[in-house]
Structures are given as structure tokens and as C-alpha cells.
């Protein structure tokens, strides 16, 4: 059940300290959801000046489509995309269906059904050459299936089983990458960027959520960043493990960017914590080979 996916609200971020909640958050069978109607979020905008957007909206506009699907990036006619750039859009996707799940097992079909929607509209086509190139089991159907799913407000466990095997699927495509550690953490810190130009993007100045599904999108993407530090964390030795658990500290710092996932007052964060994660990363990405 989706329900009770998490071991503890603790890890749901539905209430409480939110970097301690995004510290937490990890899959269990495949899902990472908390099960309440707020969830701790994690994301904020690379830019230094918050791009104005229109209040509470939970669609992206025109051009935030165009954004996100320039972020994504494309194959090159030479060959696929390079292995880092290949892991972190299998990283958007994870984190857009997590924030997704996350806000269906509280209740918000509505804004859960928006976030189903957009890893296949705006990343999976780019992806697609690069997972034919490294031979990885290809998912677009089941993206579909899941967003019918909860658009359609399907019973919980229908919801739940489709994205474990969505997660599934994603994990095999991971494996299928073969990475150095070092691409890996260069996911992770690309993911980390576009999550604070995401945060950027959904919070003012004075801490207002101006646009909710932009904020939401950041959370799931560090939310996605932190399950994939701490599996490397868990499977390397030496510098490799070393650079894991250094990204995912990092990561754990940079939850205080956040409050819930659907907050309801201002927010005391600042998109500067996400930012200088990704540089911690990145430097030490150099060294984990």
C-alpha cells in the first residue's frame, strides 16, 4: 500500500523538520511516497532572479515547457548522449513520478495527475535514443499507464504497482549504463542544478510559492538525487564510496531549502543550499573515478 510505503512520517517530510525528512527519503519497492497530505520538498532555481509565474498554478506555462524540455537536452546525430547526461534525465523522470506518487497518496489527484504527465512529455522522446544504444528496457507505455491511472483516481495499490515497475524499469536502465562513479555523481549534481532553477522558479523573493508545480518538480528531483547517492554510497568502496557519502551530506544539507510539499505559508529557503551541493559534487565527482 501506498500508504505505507514509508517507515515513519519522519521520512515522508509530512510534518516536522523537512532536512531531516528529505534525509530520509528513499524507495521501498520502487516508491518513495509519503502518505499524507504534505510532503517535505526539495528544489530551487539556478537563476538568481526568481522567474515570475503565475500564483499556485499547477501547469507550466509555454515557456516552462520549453525550459524543461531544453534541460533534458537531445542525442546528438553522432551518437547517444553522454552517460552522465543519460542518468540524470533517467533522474528527472524518477523525480517528476515521485512528487507525483507523493501528492497522490496525499490526496491531491489533481496536482499528482500534472506531474505524471510531464516526464513523458518532456524528457522520455529525448531519452529514448539513448536507452536503445545501451540496449535498456524502454518505459514510455508505462508512463502512460500510470498517468491514466491517476488521472482516473485508480485505487491505490494499482497506482503503487505501476510505479514500482516504472522504478524498475529505470533501475535496469541505470545498469544498463555501465557508469563510472564519477558520471554518477556528475548526474547528481546536474539534477541538482535544475532543481534550484526549479526552486527559483516556484518561490519569490519573499519566500511565496508562485508556482507550486515548478517547487514541487524540485522537490522530487533531490528526492530522486538523494535515493541514487546513497545506493552508490552503498555499492562502491574506496573514493567512490567516500564522494557518495560526501553527496549525499550534501544533499541532506540542502533540504533546508524546504517546507512541505504543498506549503501553505512562506518559506524561510533559499536556493543557495542546492546550489552549493552541486558544487560539492561536482568536486568530488573528480575524484571518485
Not at 552522465?84 to 507525483?100: E, F, K, M, Q, S
Not at 494499482?158 to 524499469?169: D, L, M, S
Request: include cysteine.
Amino acid at each position: 500500500m501506498i500508504s505505507g510505503i514509508f517507515t515513519a512520517a519522519w521520512r515522508t517530510g509530512l510534518c516536522g523538520n523537512p532536512a531531516a525528512a528529505l534525509t530520509a527519503i528513499t524507495l521501498v519497492a520502487g516508491l518513495a511516497t509519503p502518505a499524507h497530505s504534505e510532503v517535505t520538498a526539495p528544489e530551487k532555481s539556478v537563476s538568481a532572479a526568481p522567474r515570475a509565474a503565475s500564483s499556485g498554478s499547477a501547469e507550466n506555462t509555454g515557456a516552462d515547457m520549453a525550459r524543461e524540455t531544453a534541460e533534458a537536452g537531445t542525442p546528438t546525430e553522432a551518437g547517444p548522449m553522454e552517460t552522465d547526461r543519460y542518468l540524470r534525465d533517467l533522474g528527472l523522470i524518477d523525480g517528476h513520478l515521485r512528487a507525483g506518487v507523493a501528492l497522490f497518496a496525499a490526496g491531491k489527484q489533481d496536482g499528482a495527475a500534472t506531474h505524471m504527465k510531464h516526464p513523458e512529455d518532456e524528457i522520455y522522446a529525448a531519452l529514448v535514443p539513448g536507452l536503445e544504444a545501451r540496449g535498456a528496457p524502454e518505459f514510455g507505455d508505462r508512463l502512460t499507464e500510470l498517468a491514466d491511472l491517476v488521472e482516473d483516481g485508480a485505487p491505490a495499490e494499482q497506482v503503487e504497482a505501476a510505479h514500482a515497475q516504472i522504478a524498475g524499469q529505470i533501475d535496469a536502465a541505470r545498469v544498463a549504463a555501465d557508469a563510472a562513479p564519477r558520471e554518477t555523481l556528475l548526474a547528481l549534481a546536474a539534477m541538482l542544478r535544475i532543481a534550484a532553477e526549479e526552486y527559483g522558479a516556484g518561490i519569490d523573493a519573499a519566500g511565496k510559492v508562485t508556482d507550486l508545480h515548478e517547487y514541487q518538480d524540485a522537490w522530487g528531483f533531490v528526492a530522486a538525487a538523494r535515493a541514487q547517492a546513497e545506493r552508490l554510497a552503498e555499492e562502491t568502496q574506496g573514493p567512490a564510496a567516500d564522494a557518495a557519502r560526501g553527496a549525499l551530506k550534501a544533499i541532506e544539507a540542502a533540504g533546508s531549502a524546504f517546507g512541505t510539499l504543498t506549503p501553505e505559508q512562506p518559506i524561510e529557503g533559499d536556493a543557495a543550499p542546492l546550489l552549493s551541493a552541486a558544487g560539492r559534487i561536482e568536486a568530488a565527482a573528480q575524484k571518485a573515478g
